[in-house]
């Protein structure tokens, strides 16, 4: 076979992928001082609750912040320069104040001439509050955050990029609300270019997003809403993967599926936010139904993910799914999570858009829609890489590697693609460097795994 020497790495990507909740991966934390409630949930932490007087603070403005301590296994406490973690100033999904924290983390070695910053989305996937990286970083009682993603902040700390780590669901945790998760993206890099001990000149970082699946939503909304909401951020480039366009298509897709948990997960992130949406649901929704929404509000990706239970959701609804979707409540909400509205505005930042055509979640012709879309309203670089195959997990970590090279070539301030261009690709992993930063990513965990400092260590 001619890509048999593919098989074992690809192997070992798609298992860790698979992976939620590994002993080596599970996250503890303990605070940064004595006095510090971190580790305890959000609902009975302080420091989540906006202090007096912050509604008046410019949207971006740090509230609090405090340093924390994290593991990143369970056999040796992690080895950074610096985490900390800050409340700063944001808006819900009607534009008024509101606030959310970000987990900024800061690796040995950062490379500094310039400083590169990554914002990386979480695909949190929860209507939970528990599940927001700022907490699930911290749990000292479970693991709620996927494998591959502890793996690929990893990687990026390895590679001497400060991450920034934005819990932009908010504090409602609007699961599936783009335009909120917009904000809770760019207030969150505009927070955290203000702290100088990490980021010394904020002015000549270089900054870029990631993000995959929920966490692709975020930054997609992100890189939309960046021109009218944060003009002044200057963004080099964005990786979106798995990426979500059309919420209601989606939810469609999967319902009736293994996946049928997500299409109740994704509802209830919208009656968080949504006070129309969530009296709607009360008549029209039977008790059972209601009592699904209940019990998803409280579970994280793991457990909502993994379920796999098959049902109908619009079973447990009073009216057809043709009324559901047509009740102005739900049209509202929804139409919040559908991007590259045709008076939305156009991303102005290189993108490197990347998915499965078999993708059994997303709608994969609504990511073909899109980037047309955007590529004929003038987006200045769009490079989309169709894999021939694969599931939505899996696909998160075989397309990091290439990915995270991307994400390098822009911080090295490469030249980048001009126009649009769509690319088929039996595999990322082809790609030599692809696999050469495969090799960088096991050589920097068993290093960090051993108690060695996380940063740059070695070059490819």
Not at 300 to 326: K, P, W
Not at 391 to 418: C, E, M, S, Y
Request: charged share 15%.
């Amino acid at each position: 076979m001619r890509f048999a020497f593919l098989l074992p790495l690809g192997a070992v990507l798609a298992t860790l992928s698979a992976v939620h909740a590994s002993p080596l991966y599970t996250i503890r934390a303990v605070a940064g001082d004595s006095n510090s409630t971190a580790g305890l949930p959000p609902t009975q932490d302080p420091f989540y609750t906006c202090p007096k007087g912050y509604a008046s603070k410019a949207a971006g403005a740090i509230l609090r912040q405090r340093f924390v301590q994290l593991n990143f296994t369970a056999t040796a406490p992690e080895n950074l320069k610096s985490a900390q973690q800050i409340l700063y100033r944001t808006v819900d999904v009607f534009g008024k104040p509101d606030c959310t924290v970000s987990t900024v983390l800061q690796p040995f070695n950062q490379l500094k001439y310039p400083t590169r910053v990554l914002s990386y989305q979480f695909a949190e996937d929860s209507p939970a509050l528990k599940c927001a990286p700022s907490y699930s970083l911290l749990s000292r009682a479970s693991a709620t955050t996927s494998s591959v993603e502890l793996i690929l902040v990893n990687l990026a700390l390895s590679k001497g990029y400060v991450l920034l780590l934005p819990d932009y669901e908010g504090p409602k945790s609007g699961f599936t609300v783009g335009s909120l998760s917009a904000t809770g993206v760019l207030d969150g890099l505009r927070a955290g270019l203000q702290i100088k001990s990490v980021i010394p000149d904020p002015e000549k970082a270089i900054v870029a997003l990631y993000g995959y699946s929920g966490g692709a939503l975020a930054s997609g909304w992100a890189v939309q809403q960046a021109p009218v909401y944060a003009p002044e951020l200057k963004i080099a480039g964005a990786v979106l993967g798995g990426h979500i366009i059309n919420i209601k298509n989606i939810l469609i897709n999967i319902n009736n599926s293994t996946h049928s948990n997500l299409v109740v997960s994704g509802i209830a992130g919208q009656r968080n936010v949504f006070p129309a949406l969530a009296t709607y649901l009360k008549t029209a929704v039977f008790p059972n139904g209601t009592a699904l929404l209940d019990d998803v509000n409280s579970k994280c990706l793991n457990d909502i993910f993994s379920d796999g239970t098959v049902f109908n959701f619009f079973d447990y609804i009073r009216v057809s799914e043709q009324e559901f979707f047509a009740a102005p409540a739900v049209v509202q909400a929804l139409n919040s999570g559908i991007l590259g509205a045709e008076d939305a505005p156009v991303p102005r930042v290189p993108l490197l858009v990347f998915n499965s055509v078999e993708d059994e979640i997303i709608v994969p012709n609504d990511v073909d829609d899109w980037v047309a879309n955007i590529c004929a309203r003038g987006a200045p670089s769009v490079q989309h890489v169709k894999i021939a195959s694969g599931q939505h997990a899996a696909t998160a970590a075989l397309g990091a590697p290439a990915a995270f090279n991307w994400i390098d070539a822009r911080f090295q301030r490469l030249p980048v693609l001009k126009g649009c261009v769509t690319q088929k690709s039996i595999s990322p992993l082809l790609d030599p460097l692809a696999l050469l930063t495969t090799g960088q990513l096991v050589l920097n965990l068993l290093t960090q795994a051993a108690g060695g400092r996380i940063g740059p260590i070695i070059g490819f």
